[in-house]
């Protein structure tokens, strides 16, 4: 009998030490900033963790738009406008590099076998060849 849809979904338990309020900052040209401001679970302010600056940018790709998300190493939201420059191009890099190895990982996975078909000369075909209507020609 199959399992319920609930039965292998994991708990969607929030951590209610881990909280943040989200401020979104953005000069309407170049980048957005969202700003994790630390709660407590009453909607005080937590003093004892730091605030967290994420950088939002996008590259285009062939294959449309790629969004990126990239934390800014910051004290204030001065230092996280000032940086965000900098860590946007360590993610569109990081992003390149990315895309570059699955590119490569992708045109290494294609197999074409030798000899065709369980090792048969000819691919255990009349007249040889490898059947099946293909167009990918062995030398």
């Known amino acids: 009998m199959a399992e319920r849809p609930d039965d292998r979904m994991p ?29 407590k679970v009453d ?19 062939n294959m449309g738009a790629l969004p990126l998300s990239f934390e ?14 900098q860590a946007a191009k360590e993610a569109v890099d990081r992003a390149v590099r990315e895309l570059e190895d699955m590119r490569r990982q992708a045109a290494s996975s294609i ?7 369980g090792g048969m ?12 209507g293909g167009k990918i020609q062995l030398p």
């Open 72 to 85: 800014i190493p910051a004290g204030n939201l001065g230092d996280a406008v000032a940086g965000y420059a």
């Open 11 to 39: 708990d969607p338990t929030m951590d209610a030490t881990d909280l943040y309020r989200e401020e979104v900052i953005t000069d309407r040209r170049v980048g957005t900033l969202r700003v994790l401001n630390p709660i």
């Open 121 to 132: 000369p000819g691919g255990g075909l009349p007249g040889g060849g490898l059947g099946g």
């Open 111 to 117: 197999v074409i076998p030798r000899g065709g078909a």
């Open 43 to 61: 909607g005080s302010a937590d003093t004892q963790r730091n605030t967290i600056y994420v950088g939002e940018a996008q590259i285009y790709t």
